[in-house]
């Protein structure tokens, strides 16, 4: 069977590996980028540890699968009669089974000076800007008194904030800054009235709790309205800062709104599926970009992945059934909050299930020696980093 992927991520990874054990498949994944990315590390790459920890090339992942052919372009456009893509560089592809898993981008929902002044760190080259801007602060003559606003307090906000401490104490280290006069406030603003509201008010409480131990300020129930280069507005009150990190807000792949006569789009943007993750006959949506319960987490992107390379290779395909996931969240050194149904564990336990979970993430990818080196790589600080490069 032909089967062609778009997307390297967490979904599309995991269906082509999972495919590839059956000989018969020749399998095409087509991805915007050559590396798979390991998005729950980000925060640790963008806090001072090693990138090894964050981006596996896709040519070392599928070094052994002959079965398998990666091309590195992206496509912009499906025509389902012929059956064919084609990419931003005008090449045409023909499929004769489908499987898209392309991930969310980033939306700043038309918020003012956010685009321009606003940074980010889901990607190398926004953490290598976000770095490059904290070199600079603390490199710089005079005294660094300021405030640094991170927007969101869903799992990426709360990873970086809480790690954000430490390493900016490395950086004051370096470049033999004196405490008194590098005054630095971390602000974590969120609109909802809790940090990580989609967790329970028990977890929730407890993250906060946290937070509030490592000196992060909670701004709850407020909104960013507007970003200069050194001024952002939070609920009508100005905040003088040019250190906005932007960790809210994502909307669906821009692909399904500019293909919407290919595709049923729900309210939320999301590909409306069938009980098969079908969109049409011959093209399976999956991950992130399906509007299934649970979507946009690593563990229901692989859920679906191994669904549906289970479905496609079967005689008796079976109906999809959502699968609750864990949430481990990370807050400052060797802490961390599980959530599972209503089980809650915090504290250093916490810490060693997610130390765990991030195993069991790599090794869903990756072979166990690279799963054991990407693991390791979390515990490595890349002190090369410390200064202004490219």
Same mark, same amino acid.
């Given at each position: %069977?032909?089967?062609?992927?778009?997307?390297? /991520?967490?979904?599309?990874?995991? #269906?082509?590996?999972?495919?590839?054990?059956?000989?018969?498949?020749?399998?095409?994944?087509?991805?915007?980028?050559?590396?798979?990315?390991?998005?729950?590390?980000?925060?640790?790459?963008?806090? /001072?540890?090693?990138?090894?920890?964050?981006?596996?090339?896709?040519?070392?992942?599928?070094?052994?699968?002959?079965?398998?052919?990666?091309?590195?372009?992206?496509?912009?456009?499906?025509?389902?009669?012929?059956?064919?893509?084609?990419?931003?560089?005008?090449?045409?592809?023909?499929?004769?089974?489908?499987?898209?898993?392309?991930?969310?981008?980033?939306?700043?929902?038309?918020?003012?000076?956010?685009?321009?002044? =606003?940074?980010?760190?889901?990607?190398?080259?926004?953490?290598?800007?976000?770095?490059?801007?904290?070199?600079?602060?603390?490199?710089?003559?005079?005294?660094?008194?300021?405030?640094?606003?991170?927007?969101?307090?869903? =799992?990426?906000?709360?990873?970086? #904030?809480?790690?954000?401490?430490?390493?900016? $104490?490395?950086?004051?280290?370096?470049?033999?800054?004196?405490?008194?006069?590098?005054?630095?406030?971390?602000?974590?603003? $969120?609109?909802?009235?809790?940090? %990580?509201?989609?967790?329970?008010?028990?977890?929730?409480?407890?993250? =906060?709790?946290?937070?509030?131990?490592?000196?992060?300020?909670?701004?709850?129930?407020?909104?960013?309205?507007?970003?200069?280069?050194?001024?952002?507005?939070?609920?009508?009150? #100005?905040?003088?800062?040019?250190?906005?990190?932007?960790?809210?807000?994502?909307?669906?792949?821009?692909?399904?709104?500019?293909?919407?006569?290919?595709?049923?789009?729900?309210?939320?943007?999301?590909?409306?599926?069938?009980?098969?993750?079908?969109?049409?006959?011959?093209?399976?949506?999956?991950?992130?970009?399906?509007?299934?319960?649970?979507?946009?987490? =690593?563990?229901?992107?692989?859920?679906?992945?191994?669904?549906?390379?289970?479905?496609?290779?079967?005689?008796?395909?079976?109906?999809?059934?959502?699968?609750?996931?864990?949430?481990?969240?990370?807050? /400052?050194?060797?802490?961390?909050?599980?959530?599972?149904?209503?089980?809650?564990?915090?504290?250093?336990? /916490?810490?060693?299930?997610?130390?765990?979970?991030?195993?069991?993430?790599?090794?869903?990818?990756?072979?166990?020696?690279?799963?054991?080196?990407?693991?390791?790589?979390?515990?490595?600080? $890349?002190?090369?980093?410390?200064?202004?490069?490219?």
């Amino acid at each position: %069977m032909n089967i062609t992927i778009i997307g390297g /991520g967490f979904g599309g990874v995991k #269906s082509a590996l999972q495919l590839s054990k059956n000989k018969k498949n020749k399998i095409t994944l087509i991805s915007d980028k050559p590396d798979f990315q390991y998005y729950p590390a980000l925060y640790g790459t963008a806090t /001072g540890y090693s990138h090894l920890q964050s981006w596996v090339s896709l040519g070392v992942i599928f070094a052994d699968k002959e079965n398998v052919t990666v091309i590195i372009d992206e496509i912009e456009f499906i025509n389902k009669k012929p059956k064919t893509l084609v990419s931003s560089s005008g090449i045409t592809y023909n499929y004769e089974t489908l499987i898209i898993s392309i991930g969310v981008v980033t939306t700043y929902f038309g918020i003012d000076g956010l685009e321009s002044y =606003a940074y980010g760190i889901k990607s190398y080259q926004e953490i290598r800007r976000l770095k490059k801007h904290l070199y600079s602060e603390f490199s710089k003559d005079g005294v660094v008194d300021k405030e640094i606003v991170i927007v969101g307090a869903g =799992a990426t906000g709360v990873e970086l #904030s809480s790690a954000l401490g430490e390493y900016l $104490e490395r950086l004051r280290k370096h470049y033999k800054r004196p405490k008194s006069k590098t005054k630095i406030r971390i602000n974590l603003v $969120e609109a909802a009235p809790r940090v %990580m509201p989609k967790m329970s008010e028990k977890a929730s409480k407890k993250i =906060a709790k946290r937070l509030r131990k490592l000196k992060i300020k909670l701004q709850l129930s407020k909104k960013v309205e507007s970003a200069t280069v050194d001024q952002i507005m939070v609920s009508g009150k #100005s905040i003088k800062s040019h250190t906005l990190i932007w960790t809210s807000g994502v909307t669906n792949h821009p692909f399904f709104k500019n293909n919407a006569k290919s595709f049923e789009l729900a309210p939320n943007g999301k590909v409306v599926v069938d009980e098969f993750l079908k969109s049409d006959k011959d093209i399976y949506v999956i991950g992130d970009n399906a509007a299934t319960p649970y979507s946009g987490l =690593a563990q229901t992107a692989l859920h679906d992945a191994i669904y549906v390379a289970k479905n496609i290779n079967s005689k008796n395909p079976k109906k999809y059934k959502a699968k609750m996931p864990p949430v481990v969240i990370p807050v /400052g050194k060797r802490w961390a909050v599980l959530e599972w149904k209503s089980l809650v564990i915090s504290g250093w336990l /916490g810490y060693i299930i997610r130390r765990m979970a991030d195993f069991v993430g790599y090794r869903d990818i990756l072979p166990i020696g690279q799963s054991l080196s990407a693991w390791h790589a979390q515990n490595i600080k $890349e002190d090369d980093y410390f200064s202004p490069k490219d």
